[in-house]
C-alpha cells in the first residue's frame, strides 16, 4: 500500500500523464505514472513507480528500435515451452537475461532479437538451437507451433518500423550490387 511520506496518509491516487522523449532524432511519447496524496496534494514516485515508467520507457525505445516488446518475448518463450532458465540456455545472454527482458530492465540487442523470431517462425532452427543447448533442454511437445499466427504479429510490428524498412531495403540493394 502506498502512503505519503509527507503526512502518512494512505489516501493515495495513482494518476498518469503523457510525457515525451526526443530518441535518435524522433520524439517518443509514454505515459508515466506517479501518486498524488488526497490529504495534502504531495505528488510523489513511488520506487516500483520508477521501475514501471523505466521499463515503459525501454519499451517505447524497443518500439522505435523495431525490437519485440518485453510482452511479446513472454509471448515468444511461453508459446515455445520454455521458461525464463530454460530460455537462457538455448538462446544464450546469461542467466538472468530473459528475466530482465521480461521485466523492462533490459533491451535485448538487435541478433537476440532476431534470434527469438527466427526460433519463433522455424520450428527447425528452434530444434537445431534445443540440440544445441547440449542436452540441457528437451523439447517439449509442440503445442510450441501454434504461433504462427501471433508470428503475423510480431513480422507486421516489425515492418511498420521505418527504420525496419530501411535497413532490410539497404540490405537489398548491397545484395543487388553484389
Ligand atoms: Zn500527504
Redesign the pocket.
Known sequence: MLI?H??H?SDIFILTAKDSLTYKGHKIEFDIEYSV?N??G?EFIESQQIQKNDATILNAKKFADGLLSSEEIKEIIKNLGLTQETASKVFGGGENAFSKYESGKVAQSASMDRLLRLAAEFPSVFHWLIAFSGGTVKLKDSSAYGVSEKLKDYRSAAANQEQYQISSSSILEESNYG
Request: hydrophobic share 25%; glycine share 0%; with cysteine.
Open positions: 505519503c509527507l503526512c496518509s496524496c490529504a495534502c504531495r
